[in-house]
């Protein structure tokens, strides 16, 4: 056994160390590691990475956070909120790599999230607050025009004969979500295989849509669209079998994050010959998250008081204002206290996710309270948001 002592001054990490046993006539050596960590995180603050602090337009439908390796951490404890108190979360998650991804967040949304980072002897201090806006979604819709390949005759020909309609797309949109819509005629649709594929630019990938669907007897694929978000579907024994929006075979989320330009394909192979078909119709909705440019215009000015003193903030000193929008439809919401002082409205100490209103400034409302006699800087940090959800953070 090998025991060793007084590490308290030791830095966290991982030491390499070589155990040499001699007895005289022989030597053995074995190299082992050894990990010291401390239940005190004073000394190892966590800091996290992406998204930037105050950074807009994220994509609400897959994101990912990310933070920076703490060497006295075992553990991270990730948390999302609505709001920079954290009274509620929407995301707690104890995560052992350095990143966390986020899906089917809501658009145009703020979101705070902090990191803990945790050992076995004790938890650590939380990181800085870092916040988020998700992007406004917008949709546009892509249909296939060329449909001279769109029939499998009914001939005695080779099977696994492609169809394929180009669907071409233009506007460097960066995909958050795909759907699929297509309209098929065949007597067997349990011969299909039904397929979206990515342009070449995207190395030509296939995400199968149908595989063998329904019985033998089932005909037509009426008006459906493939969505992610959907129900598996079930066959109808009428025709058509399959109708309305349906979950694909595989995830169209497979796309997301990558540049939709160029030409896509949605395909089916027949598996059996003699059974005819065609593709009637094929269209790509194409949904991207675009950053909301509605923002208000902030300006700010330093306070200058006396010791033991309180001071009136004003619109000369805080002014948020937007295009058509009021002042009471533009609300700042505390984000870190002040360290010395304290921010009040109408004689109530405010605390990290309280709000007030420009409105409130105007009237006089809201004051910095400072109780010190001698001098100091001190700060507090706010965000703005106005009634079209537009954000800032100062």
Not at 25 to 32: L, Q
Not at 70 to 90: C, M, Q, R
Not at 178 to 205: K, Y
Not at 340 to 363: P, Y
Request: aromatic fraction near 8%.
């Amino acid at each position: 056994m090998v025991t060793i002592k007084n590490l308290e001054g030791v830095l966290a990490g991982e030491y390499p160390i070589e155990i040499i046993a001699d007895n005289g006539s022989e030597t053995k050596k074995r190299k082992i590691t050894l990990k010291i960590l401390h239940p005190e995180f004073s000394n190892y603050e966590q800091t996290i990475s992406l998204p930037t602090n105050g950074l807009k337009g994220v994509s609400a439908a897959s994101s990912s956070l990310n933070w920076l390796e703490n060497i006295n951490a075992e553990s991270y404890l990730v948390e999302v909120s609505k709001t920079p108190s954290f009274n509620t979360t929407v995301v707690s998650e104890v995560e052992n790599s350095l990143n966390l991804d986020l899906i089917n967040l809501e658009s145009n949304t703020v979101y705070y999230w902090r990191v803990r980072p945790d050992n076995s002897c004790g938890n650590g201090l939380y990181s800085e607050v870092f916040s988020f806006q998700t992007g406004i979604t917008e949709c546009s819709t892509f249909s296939g025009t060329d449909f001279s390949n769109a029939t499998i005759g009914n001939a005695d020909v080779d099977v696994q004969v492609a169809v394929p309609i180009p669907v071409s797309m233009t506007g460097n949109a960066i995909i958050s979500s795909v759907t699929v819509t297509t309209d098929i005629t065949h007597a067997r649709i349990n011969d299909l295989i039904v397929f979206l594929q990515e342009p070449s630019e995207l190395g030509s990938n296939n995400v199968l849509l149908l595989v063998d669907p329904c019985g033998a007897t089932a005909a037509d694929i009426s008006n459906t669209t493939f969505d992610d978000n959907a129900d598996i579907f079930s066959c109808s024994d009428n025709t058509p079998a399959i109708s309305g929006t349906i979950a694909p075979q595989q995830n169209l989320s497979s796309t997301v994050g990558k540049d939709a330009n160029g030409t896509w394909f949605l395909g089916m192979y027949d598996q059996v010959r003699f059974q005819g078909g065609q593709i009637n119709a094929a269209s790509i909705t194409i949904c991207t998250s675009v950053e909301n440019t509605n923002v208000p215009s902030f300006i700010s000015t330093d306070i200058v008081l006396d010791g033991n003193a309180s001071y009136t903030i004003t619109s000369d000193n805080m002014n948020a204002s937007s295009d058509s929008e009021t002042e009471a439809e533009q609300i700042f919401t505390l984000v870190a206290k002040p360290k010395v002082g304290s921010l009040e409205k109408e004689s109530i100490v405010l605390n990290v996710g309280d709000t007030f209103s420009q409105a409130d400034i105007t009237a006089g409302k809201i004051k910095f309270v400072n109780t010190q006699t001698t001098s100091f800087t001190d700060q507090f940090i706010v965000d703005i948001k106005n009634s079209a959800n537009g954000w800032e953070i100062r």
